[in-house]
């Protein structure tokens, strides 16, 4: 229950496309759901972030999309850049502070 | 404003043994968390600390521990090492009342 499921496990966009990151969730205490994107070597760092009474929030060329009913929602990455590749990660927070990460995607755009 | 740190960069520790590793928070942060990331790995939170006092625990043992200090920086302890213990280390800090976290680069730690 305590699980955030991502998909999919690697992604190869052509520059200029559109990237898609989907992750799902069981446990209807989450209340806050972050995206992270992580460099090799580097710490995650917060791209954008949505709370589930949003359907939708885009932040430059970043959007989510958020269904409550159906417990998913997804990262798009609009005009992908080679300098978007990196891993990136769902996650989910609940009581303010207890975050569970998705297993991450590793996303690559051809240039 | 200074970011999230942590030190050290890398460490190398064999079976048995005990590491410490330290986090220094973000200007204005009083919150520390700790998180587990595996090779491959989304990371897996271990614990929080608001307070100097844990405020939040994930499925970890107890030979894991840490400390906050009066200044927000914090230490997380690991007793006993394992192999299965070898991960890159990540500490983030946040305001109390604030969802958003700011990661430091991590301490990668080998046990040998």
């Known amino acids: 229950q305590q699980q955030v499921k991502q998909s999919p496990q690697s992604l190869i966009v052509q520059k200029g496309g559109i990237s898609i990151i989907n992750c799902a969730y069981e446990?209807?205490?989450?209340?806050?759901f972050p995206w992270y994107q992580q460099f090799p070597g580097k710490g995650p760092a917060l791209l954008i972030a949505i709370r589930p009474d949003v359907s939708e929030k885009k932040e430059g060329r970043f959007t989510i999309s958020f269904n409550k009913s159906a417990k998913q929602f997804s990262l798009h990455i609009m005009d992908s850049q080679p300098g978007d590749s990196a891993t990136y990660f769902c996650a989910a927070v609940t009581g303010g502070f207890k975050t569970i990460f998705g297993a991450g995607t590793r996303l690559f755009v051809k240039a | 404003e200074t970011g999230v740190t942590q030190s050290p960069t890398h460490l190398i520790k064999t079976r048995g043994q005990q590491v410490t590793l330290r986090c220094s928070s973000q200007s204005g942060h009083n919150t520390v968390s700790w998180y587990q990331q595996a090779l491959g790995q989304g990371p897996q939170f271990i614990f929080q600390y608001y307070r100097e006092e844990e405020n939040g625990r994930g499925n970890f043992p107890p030979r894991f521990s840490g400390l906050q200090f009066p200044n927000y920086s914090s230490e997380l302890n690991v007793n006993a090492l394992e192999l299965d213990d070898s991960a890159l280390y990540l500490c983030a800090s946040s305001q109390r009342q604030h969802n958003e976290q700011f990661f430091g680069p991590g301490t990668r730690l080998t046990v040998l």
């Open positions: 446990n209807t205490a989450f209340d806050y």
